[in-house]
């Protein structure tokens, strides 16, 4: 196996880490922003949703650690990367271009990212403890799941801070899409043009369904009392 | 076309040796729109070498676009803000009278400056060195054309070749990264048939030296393709990246 290790700690082996981990990434996004967006069903379908996944509780916490696994190794070698990156280019430039030849999302990479690790923390320990170990998922036999979601966002600084992290989390997907596809060796002149403009409008949409759940209930919760 | 002198106002970066520490030297100068930047920095050196000072050393070798020896950075660009351009060939009529520039040299760990804007560019030739080459038999000359290539190939082979090893791609990246470089290097080969015995040795071989060397990482910026000055694509980092994870995967060395 020694193999292995030669490849996940060569520039490339830890760039194709963090392209299948990012993926992997992508993928549960796209599972959870179906699941969210049961609560635009109304009470009835977000709370049977998370009971159907209450079911398969054993399997959801399988994938949990493997979750956990994926992001630990994609923010250990996000950082790592950044480190050694830095110290490859100590001295920076007097006049700095860069803005002239690359995008904004491929150099803000490890702060967009830091950003939505931050989101992380916040999210697990708000939503993700109170669905899994507050207790409070039943009153009286009515499951309380999507009362909830919607009394967090009632609070503007969690919605607020919900879509600014989501903002930058389109911006790290505008980057990650198509720089997946570049480290697996996948940049074709027919497709690549395609896959790039294709990345900036997943990362919108996920950007924006995802934002779009704080944004509905806070209104609403505006509205409504 | 105006043949009236631009009034410059240049900040050049000056250190002695690689080991003190460097700093811009300010020069105002009057320059003929015609000159390159390189005749510019002749005149300075000129009037400095008149006055007894010691002139500001830089590399230039061909003057012509081809040899890659004459790479600065300028305003923040390696070989200035004109696309697909070397610094030989930066003509100052693509600066405004009255304009400031900068005057830096390629910066990179593995590049450290020997003095004023000359940098040691010898970890690249330690990744040529480690598998840019094919091996074939000696003895007469083949016949012409016995393995057939396609145009398509040959040309995209070619287009990798193009690359003039000058740095700019390691100078443009935020990260120090060699890996147009490499990607060029590795492409031109692979894609042959005569670089087929040694394709997957080769791609790791050079690759492993690209990190030993203390280059950085690709975070696929693009920015090395944007100031290449010979327009090398990025396309060639992707079939680096492909052979290598394919090398890696297919080999049968357990332990390397």
Known sequence: ?????????????????????????????????????????????????????????????????????????????????????????????????????????????????????????????????????SGKTEVDGIEQYYNIVTTWFQSPVYAVSYIIAMIFLGFHLNHAFQSFFQTFGWNHKKYTPFIKKFGTFFAIVMAVGFASIPIYFFISSLGGK | MSNENLSLTLHIWRQESSKSVGSFEEFKVSVSPDASILEMLDEINNGLEKEGKIPIAFESDCREGICGTCGLVVNGHPHGPLPKTATCQLHMRNFKNGDTIYIEPMRAKPFPVIKDLIIDRSAFDKIQQAGAFISFNTGSAPDANVILISKETADASLDAAECIGCGACVAACKNASAMLFVGAKVSQFSLLPQGQPERYKRVQEMVAVMDEAGFGSCTNTYACEAECPKGISVTNIARMNRDFIKAKFISKEVEV
């Open chain 1, 1 to 133: 196996m020694g193999w292995l290790w030669t490849f996940t700690n060569s520039s490339i082996g830890k760039k194709f880490v963090m392209a299948v981990t990012g993926l992997l990434v992508i993928l549960f996004l796209l599972i959870h922003l179906a699941g969210n967006l049961t609560l635009y069903w109304g009470e009835g379908a977000f709370n049977g949703y998370v009971s159907v996944l209450d079911i398969f509780k054993p399997i959801i916490r399988i994938i949990e650690v493997i979750l956990t696994l994926i992001f630990i190794f994609h923010i250990y070698d996000g950082i790592r990367l950044w480190y050694e990156n830095k110290k490859a280019k100590s001295i920076r430039y007097k006049i700095n271009a860069s803005s002239e030849n690359s995008t904004f999302s491929s150099r803000w990479m490890i702060w967009t990212g830091g950003i939505i690790f931050i989101f992380l923390v916040m999210h697990l320990s708000t939503f993700w403890y109170a669905f899994n170990f």
